[in-house]
């Protein structure tokens, strides 16, 4: 989302480098830089004309004018200063005393609120907690059906009441199905509205009473830019928002929402969707996410989505093999499927410290989702003793798998070189000869 954003801020950095030092006019004209690059993102006037002074005080007072590295100053002010508009700290979803813990999700409709729900669902019991979805919309049959086929796919319980049901006796029904199944967590999916009137505030009111939430996260669409910031003021005045969700951060929106709506609401942001799939729900770090907008990469996310696709048995597996050279192309497949899941290859190279700079320059099909789909076709194409002794794949071997895959006979060759160059890199890792088996691994 922040790719324009990304690149115009580097601009700025680089002809701040190609300096030995800078004056305050280098530094005036850096700002105003930054400036309008904030504003084309649409990022709040308020917020960026605080942003602006903000790095303004902290250059001048850190004397940057005077630095033998002014370029490193400067990256590093203005990391600290898009920290603080995101909120600072990580924000944290609050527990209840006792149990169910009672998440309320409010949103325009649109914003992608019944899918986060059920996003929030996987994330929750993946944290070893057990969740209850709620279907509070009982008028709108389309909602309700919509989360109930959510929760089968995920086999994730949901509660869905009668569309004559009062939002007490959604309530009082829905807690006792939580206390029935033992559920941690019970996240209500309420109405998604159109404008917010009086009388559809007035419905969020009594919903609100009724279930008592310890939490009330705001699903907002970050593509809608400032829509999304008077949104969360307008719902904050009839509930009160302990949270907020954005949506749609894989979008190609110039999105100034996620960097406006901290600052001017108050409200801090608690998770980001950054897909479609069931597991593109990350929690919000300001930290992280400020890297990536300077396009400093963020290794942190990049391990943890590594870690949930790595049990400590496939990583001691997957040692031994490497210590006996014994990888096959099974292997491979492996690694490239669970490549696959953790995300968009164009959003995991963001992820890298570096990459953001060079991406553009990057050989497409280096970093194509199809690349990855070619690999496989070509991997599922060889017989059970292809894959487990490649040598025995000779010329004629070669064409078949290429027809099989529908791809040709250099695109096979190329995988197989990928694969004898990965494989000696393994050895030598595992065997000491290189460098230390990653911790990205561990």
């Given at each position: 989302m922040f790719e324009s954003l990304t690149d115009k801020l580097q601009g700025v950095f680089r002809r701040l480098g190609g300096r030995g030092t800078i004056t305050e006019k280098d530094l005036e004209e850096a700002l105003r830089e930054v400036r309008l690059a904030l504003l084309e993102a649409d990022v709040h006037y308020k917020v960026v004309r605080e942003f602006v002074q903000g790095v303004r005080e902290r250059a001048l007072g850190a004397d940057v004018t005077k630095s033998l590295t002014p370029m490193q100053q400067v990256i590093d002010i203005v990391n600290q200063q898009t920290i603080e508009v995101l909120g600072g700290?990580?924000?944290?979803?609050?527990?209840?005393?006792?149990?169910?813990?009672?998440?309320?999700?409010?949103?325009?409709?649109g914003s992608g609120k019944t899918t986060t729900a059920a996003k929030l669902a996987l994330h929750l019991r993946r944290q070893g907690e057990g969740p209850l979805m709620v279907a509070a919309d009982p008028e709108r049959v389309a909602a309700v059906e919509q989360l109930v086929a959510l929760g089968k796919q995920l086999n994730v319980p949901v509660f869905a009441p009668q569309a004559s049901a009062r939002p007490d006796q959604i309530a009082k029904q829905a807690l006792a199905e939580a206390q029935r199944a033992g559920a941690a967590s019970v996240i209500v999916d309420t109405v998604g509205y159109?404008?917010?009137?009086?009388?559809?505030?007035s419905g969020l009111e009594r919903l609100y009473r009724a279930f008592a939430p310890t939490e009330v996260l705001l699903v907002a669409d970050a593509m809608t830019g400032q829509e999304a910031v008077h949104a969360a003021e307008e719902f904050n005045k009839v509930v009160p928002l302990t949270g907020l969700i954005l949506t749609k951060l894989d979008g190609d929106a110039r999105g100034g929402a996620a960097l406006s709506i901290r600052a001017v609401t108050g409200i801090p942001i608690k998770f980001v969707g950054t897909g479609e799939k069931a597991d593109a729900l990350e929690a919000f770090y300001p930290d992280r996410f400020a890297s990536r907008i300077l396009g400093m990469g963020d290794v942190l996310t990049l391990i943890e989505r590594a870690k949930e696709q790595l049990t400590d048995e496939d990583v001691d597996s997957l040692t031994e093999r490497m210590k006996k050279g014994a990888l096959t192309l099974d292997d491979f497949l492996q690694q490239y499927q669970r490549i696959k899941r953790m995300g968009p290859l164009n959003q995991l190279i963001g992820l890298v410290p570096g990459f953001a700079q060079i991406k553009n320059r990057l050989n497409t099909d280096e970093i194509d989702e199809s690349f990855l789909m070619q690999s496989e076709a070509i991997i599922y194409s060889m017989t059970k003793d292809e894959r487990r002794d490649p040598a025995i794949i000779d010329g004629s071997r070669r064409r078949r798998i290429a027809r099989g895959s529908g791809t040709t006979p250099a695109d096979v060759n190329r995988l197989l070189k990928q694969y004898h160059e990965a494989k000696r890199i393994m050895q030598m890792i595992s065997t000491g000869r290189g460098t230390k088996i990653s911790p990205f691994l561990r």
């Amino acid at each position: 989302m922040f790719e324009s954003l990304t690149d115009k801020l580097q601009g700025v950095f680089r002809r701040l480098g190609g300096r030995g030092t800078i004056t305050e006019k280098d530094l005036e004209e850096a700002l105003r830089e930054v400036r309008l690059a904030l504003l084309e993102a649409d990022v709040h006037y308020k917020v960026v004309r605080e942003f602006v002074q903000g790095v303004r005080e902290r250059a001048l007072g850190a004397d940057v004018t005077k630095s033998l590295t002014p370029m490193q100053q400067v990256i590093d002010i203005v990391n600290q200063q898009t920290i603080e508009v995101l909120g600072g700290g990580h924000s944290r979803l609050e527990k209840s005393k006792a149990p169910p813990t009672v998440i309320m999700l409010v949103g325009l409709k649109g914003s992608g609120k019944t899918t986060t729900a059920a996003k929030l669902a996987l994330h929750l019991r993946r944290q070893g907690e057990g969740p209850l979805m709620v279907a509070a919309d009982p008028e709108r049959v389309a909602a309700v059906e919509q989360l109930v086929a959510l929760g089968k796919q995920l086999n994730v319980p949901v509660f869905a009441p009668q569309a004559s049901a009062r939002p007490d006796q959604i309530a009082k029904q829905a807690l006792a199905e939580a206390q029935r199944a033992g559920a941690a967590s019970v996240i209500v999916d309420t109405v998604g509205y159109v404008q917010l009137d009086a009388q559809a505030l007035s419905g969020l009111e009594r919903l609100y009473r009724a279930f008592a939430p310890t939490e009330v996260l705001l699903v907002a669409d970050a593509m809608t830019g400032q829509e999304a910031v008077h949104a969360a003021e307008e719902f904050n005045k009839v509930v009160p928002l302990t949270g907020l969700i954005l949506t749609k951060l894989d979008g190609d929106a110039r999105g100034g929402a996620a960097l406006s709506i901290r600052a001017v609401t108050g409200i801090p942001i608690k998770f980001v969707g950054t897909g479609e799939k069931a597991d593109a729900l990350e929690a919000f770090y300001p930290d992280r996410f400020a890297s990536r907008i300077l396009g400093m990469g963020d290794v942190l996310t990049l391990i943890e989505r590594a870690k949930e696709q790595l049990t400590d048995e496939d990583v001691d597996s997957l040692t031994e093999r490497m210590k006996k050279g014994a990888l096959t192309l099974d292997d491979f497949l492996q690694q490239y499927q669970r490549i696959k899941r953790m995300g968009p290859l164009n959003q995991l190279i963001g992820l890298v410290p570096g990459f953001a700079q060079i991406k553009n320059r990057l050989n497409t099909d280096e970093i194509d989702e199809s690349f990855l789909m070619q690999s496989e076709a070509i991997i599922y194409s060889m017989t059970k003793d292809e894959r487990r002794d490649p040598a025995i794949i000779d010329g004629s071997r070669r064409r078949r798998i290429a027809r099989g895959s529908g791809t040709t006979p250099a695109d096979v060759n190329r995988l197989l070189k990928q694969y004898h160059e990965a494989k000696r890199i393994m050895q030598m890792i595992s065997t000491g000869r290189g460098t230390k088996i990653s911790p990205f691994l561990r």
